[in-house]
Nanobody, 124 residues
Framework: QVQLVESGGGLVQAGGSLRLSCAAS????????MGWFRQAPGKERGFVAA????????YYVDSVKGRFTISRDNAKNTVYLQMNSLKPEDTAVYYC?????????????????WGQGTQVTVSS
């Protein structure tokens, strides 16, 4: 079992930055690849970024490439999402998730554990 708790969301102006954190419980965090997903109002949840178990491989959806960076600290059982140059269309609830795969994936159904989400609102 892995429990995930996101934090770091909030209200920011367009062009600003936020860093989301996702703290995981348990001793086996390093066995899991991690992902970030988001759900905007009236839309389905979608993939944002993923990172392999050791941080060596990362993936991003095209719309955030060059602006967002996913990273992890296995000693702290935490995965991060640094979000720069934020746009109003980045407004969503952001979720972190853990998959037993060694390399992250954009496939939502591959993820076994989910956090409760944190709201990010970007004003224009």
């Amino acid at each position: 079992q892995v429990q995930l708790v996101e934090s770091g969301g909030g209200l920011v102006q367009a062009g600003g930055s936020l860093r989301l954190s996702c703290a995981a419980s348990g001793r086996t965090f390093s066995r899991y690849a991690m992902g970030w997903f988001r759900q905007a109002p009236g839309k389905e949840r979608g993939f944002v970024a993923a990172i392999s178990w050791n941080g060596g491989t990362t993936y991003y959806v095209d719309s955030v490439k060059g602006r967002f960076t996913i990273s992890r600290d296995n000693a702290k059982n935490t995965v991060y999402l640094q979000m720069n140059s934020l746009k109003p269309e980045d407004t969503a609830v952001y979720y972190c998730a853990a998959t037993g795969l060694r390399v992250g994936t954009y496939r939502e159904y591959e993820y076994d554990y989910w956090g409760q989400g944190t709201q990010v609102t970007v004003s224009s």
